[in-house]
């Protein structure tokens, strides 16, 4: 906690720096390196599954990517287990972003729900999951964000769950909106959740951001074309499913999160799936 | 060979500051109590100016070796010893945990952290280690370590502090870039695999 929230200027915008870049000279970049990559793979290069850390369009990168390779490491002892959390950690309630507050929030209630998998398709069970996001009109609880849209009093965005012993997640909260950043003039980001992951082992541990599906923001976000290849960049949106819209209440998205492949040699009490320390 | 293609990542993004860090979040013993150090350094770019917006987590065994497996690490009852931590840097780029030094989780072995780096402007984790400095025949003799070369193999060594704390710098870019780690050979896939 700590950070006092203040709100006062959160009229005061930055008038557009002359020096940034139009969308439209964003976008050729964009699509300069989306093209690159095209040619590299249609020569037999690498398919690549991962962000590039290396993504000029996006700014902030520039100074704040290694430059060296990755150097490659064997995972060692504490490297092939993971952190253990439970019903010490998380309240189920915490599960329900829309019910923090006394009121309702405003905005369009969803469901979002999915498993937690490895990367040989076993179920991450009892761990732990993390989401913050924007409100309904785009706005972060974070007094950094000064996006002049308002504050919802009766939402926070901010959720956390413990995953059942099938590797499912669940959160209800409120559909995100777009919101305007500084990277470029005129830079939106698509509506997101963030989400922080962990799996069975410290190797696995991933933040990422979940999309909805049919955004036209895509083709423009430097942050989410970091992710170069498109059946890669897919896996980020998640699936409307009718199947988990509960009537006259909210809607229902579908994701499912793979986390990288297993290191360790597995027990079979743990390749079973246990839940956390709670077994109800 | 994994049968799924891993979810990517994304940037943590610049407003994690109300949903990440929690009460205690980089106490992993309460300060000033018996066995604790101070794991402390900065985060710098390549520019060498301060990042205030990562988060950073370590996660290490108990100071006999052992890989605890005890939850609470989110609400912590100030008695149990989780392994685990986060923390945020401040506008100075400053990062500082309370812990205990690590020990080797098999005889002979380099005690270490191992660390997980997020911040606006990454696309993705990075993943890393943080070594005790003292164990001079375990370090030479450390699989990692002993794979990079000399002026490489620094930036993963803490430097021991008078008071018992441990010192321990992250540059995300640069000459002396700290040695960032790959533990799946790499985010590719054949192309028949997708």
New interface residues.
Partial sequence: ???T?DFSNSHVLEKPDARQNTQREMSAEIQAISAGYGKS?NA??????????D?PP?R????????????????????L??????????NPLESDLTIVHAGEPQGERIVVAGKV?????RPVAGQ?V???Q?NAAGR??????QHPAPIDPNF???G?CITGADGSYSFTTIKPGAYPWKNHLNAWRPAHI?F?LFGSE??Q?????MYFPGDQLFPLDP??Q??V?Q???D??VATYNHELTSPEWALGYNWD?????S?RTWTENEALGVE??DHE | ???????????????????????KDNELLAPGSAGSIRLHGTVT???G?P?PDAVL?I???AADGS?????????RDGYTF???GRTSTGNTGKYTFTTVN?GA??PG?AP?I?V?V??????????TRVYLPEDAEALTND??LS??PAN?RATLLAERDLDGGLRWDVR???ED???????????????D??
């Fill in positions: 906690m700590g950070e929230e793979v037999g290069g690498a398919v690549l599954t991962q962000p590039r850390l993504y996006y902030s990168s520039i100074l704040r990517h290694p430059t060296k390779s990755l150097h490659h490491a064997d995972p060692e002892t504490i490297e287990f993971s952190p253990a959390f439970g019903h010490q950690d998380v998998l490895d990367g040989d398709g732990l993390e989401i913050w924007a972060y609880i974070h007094k950094r964000d926070t965005g901010v956390r963030h922080s410290f190797t541990r991933i933040v990422t951001q942050i989410y970091s992710i290849d059946h890669a960049r896996r980020l999160i793979v986390l990288t492949g290191k956390g320390d | 060979m994994s049968k799924h293609i891993p979810t990517p990542g994304q940037t943590v993004g610049p407003f994690f500051g109300y949903a990440l860090p929690f009460g770019d390549g520019a100016e990042v987590e996660w290490q065994p890989i605890v497996a005890e939850t609470g690490s989110l609400v989780t392994g685990w690590p989780t098999t072995s270490f191992a997980v997020f911040a606006r402007g990454l696309m993705n984790r990075l993943f699989p990692l794979s990079l490489r995300m870019q640069g870039e700290t040695v960032f780690l790959e533990f799946d050979g790499g985010a590719t896939v054949s192309p695999a997708r």
